[in-house]
């Protein structure tokens, strides 16, 4: 269920050195975050899809209820009027693509995971105990797919989303307003359905587990992103004349505020620290 392969010759025609090596487990410090209710997963009705699993030949940008944006590792429904905010490493590749609604930001990223499920228990439980220790107030709450992380923070309430896949997890991170985060809020709702529609193509490369998958830029976005840091570096040396304004990428472009939002893409360097230090991740 939820894109895992569970055919027998899904195992069958993957060689042996794309094992991954399996995760220690990291359940000591809440026993009370790791009740199996938590875990409990509903009936959802959709994705996350394994591209593998879906029909062969299938244009995988047409969503079920609109376009995706394919961005390598993960295709992502984009909702009407959300606007891309790039998130540049400091090496100068693409580290995160969110996406800016009217009520908040949504971040989804793929990760390198053990056949078997059970990473996102893990990763749950770090994030939980970071967050702590950045003083946040944090709970566990059970969502379709089973725990999703809360935290308020003195920013913006945080609620992490995750899902196992076959040699994949999905993270969705949603960061809103206070208040506004709520798992019967707009946000969340909008949240989830961009995570039942989204589409994780994991490859065959044997990565480590946790290792977050490559986020790869559509052509148009990149050639936009590239014209928008020539331009800046222009206005910067100054005197230099300005070039005109980048074409639209697909899907429009801008700050985290969307009424003030330029056309043009944010990019946002990488930042390193503790969990609300790397939201975008």
Known sequence: MFGRRKKAEAEADRPDFFEDAETQ?????????????????????????????????????VGEVGTRLDLG????????????????????SPQAVHLVT???????????????PGQWREVAGDLAESLRNDNATVSVESGPWGREVFAVTPNA??????????RWMVRCVVAGPSGGNTADSELVATARAILRDTVVKRGNEPNPVRTPLPVVLPEALAQQLAAAHQQ????????????????????????????????????RRG???????????
């Open 271 to 281: 930042e390193s620290g503790s969990a609300m230090q790397q939201l975008g991740r």
């Open 102 to 116: 009217q009520h908040g930001r949504i971040t989804v990223a793929a990760y390198a995971a053990p056949k078997s």
């Open 25 to 61: 487990d990291a359940d000591d410090f809440d026993a009370a975050d790791y009740e199996d209710d938590y875990d409990a997963v509903t009936e959802v009705d959709g994705g996350p899809y394994d591209a593998d699993d879906l029909e062969s030949g299938a244009d995988l940008t």
């Open 73 to 92: 590792s993960v295709l992502v429904p984009m909702p009407q009027g959300a606007q891309l905010q790039v998130e540049m490493a400091p090496d100068g």
């Open 232 to 267: 800046q570096l222009a206005q910067q040396q100054g005197g230099a004349p300005q070039q005109p304004a980048p074409q639209q990428a697909p899907g429009p472009q801008g700050e985290q505020q969307p009424p003030q939002a330029p056309a043009q893409p944010q990019q």
């Open 157 to 166: 309430d945080l609620r992490f989303i995750g899902v196992d896949g076959y």
